[in-house]
């Protein structure tokens, strides 16, 4: 993956989009969201950042 300043650490960007903040919690919350959470470090061998972010209409 590249960016404007040129090379990136970035190797995969995955959106996930849900209807609203608490929808998000309550998905991460349940068995399978944990589970889900449990497994990234099987592929993610070099780390991980999960951004998460809030959509406002303007």
Do not use: R
């Amino acid at each position: 993956m590249a960016s404007p300043a040129g090379a990136s650490t970035v190797h995969l960007v995955a959106i996930l989009t849900f209807d609203s903040m608490e929808a998000l919690q309550a998905a991460l919350a349940s068995p399978e969201g944990q589970k889900a959470a449990g497994d990234l470090a099987k592929f993610a061998t070099g780390g991980a950042d999960l951004l998460i972010f809030d959509q406002a209409a303007v």
